[in-house]
């Protein structure tokens, strides 16, 4: 098992509310990346924090956004969710662009 | 662009039998390269890294993949299957240039029968 932890597990959510998602990263690292991984596919880049910066972004609406605390954990918040938002949701961390080790996700299901 | 395809979203084989996972890879310079695995209800987990140093590259768990630029393939082999291997496998391409971005394949499911 990696150092990395996210919570919570589990999340149900209503289309056109907010959520917020949180990761601790491994000790030591200080970059922290968010994966969005829908039902049968691989995940995909949401964006990367470094010291506090989002520092690359893929291709999410601005209603995706992220933090990162001095202590280099993070928060994913997704406003006005939609459907297509149900994915697992998953935290990653490495120091600077070494090797990027996952968290165990979080499963948002928006009805 | 980078990306990596998946040749095959399915693959099933008998336990004790050789794994080969197909991965062909795109990139307009020497690329990273990557295989994790994800078993069900669980987080990613790396099983080897390509980074230009030698072409055949050692995993976890009696995995190793081969790093072909003829090819611009990476396939992920095993000798014998154990039961302990079925899961989604994953082979990734890193974009560099400030930061540090996973590309991520489709995903092939692998099967393990007795």
Not at chain 1, 6 to 26: N, Y
Not at chain 1, 53 to 77: A, C, D, I, K, V
Request: net charge neutral.
């Amino acid at each position: 098992e990696t150092g990395v932890t996210q919570s919570p597990t589990h999340l149900i959510k209503t289309r056109g509310q907010q959520v917020t998602l949180r990761c601790s990263s491994q000790s030591g690292h200080n970059t922290v990346s968010w994966y969005q991984q829908a039902l049968g596919q691989g995940p995909q880049f949401i964006f990367q924090y470094y010291r506090e910066e989002e520092n690359g972004r893929g291709n999410f609406p601005p209603r995706f956004s992220g933090l990162q605390f001095p202590n280099y954990s993070s928060e994913l918040n997704v406003n006005a969710l939609e459907l297509d938002d149900s994915a697992l949701y998953l935290c990653a961390s490495s120091q600077g662009q070494g090797l990027t080790y996952f968290g165990p996700g979080t499963r948002l299901t928006v009805t | 662009a980078q990306s990596v395809t998946q040749l095959d979203s399915h693959v099933s084989v008998s336990e004790g039998t050789p794994v080969l996972l197909r991965c062909n890879y795109s990139s307009s310079y020497s690329p990273s390269l990557f295989w994790y695995v994800q078993h069900p209800n669980k987080g990613l987990q790396l099983l080897l890294k390509y980074t230009s140093a030698a072409t055949l590259v050692k995993g976890i768990n009696g995995f190793e993949a081969e790093f072909k630029k003829s090819e611009t393939s990476f396939h992920l082999t095993k000798p014998s299957a154990h039961m302990s291997d079925a899961a989604e496998y994953f082979c990734v391409v890193s974009l560099s240039g400030g930061y540090n971005k996973l590309i991520f394949g489709a995903g092939t499911r692998l099967a393990v029968h007795p």
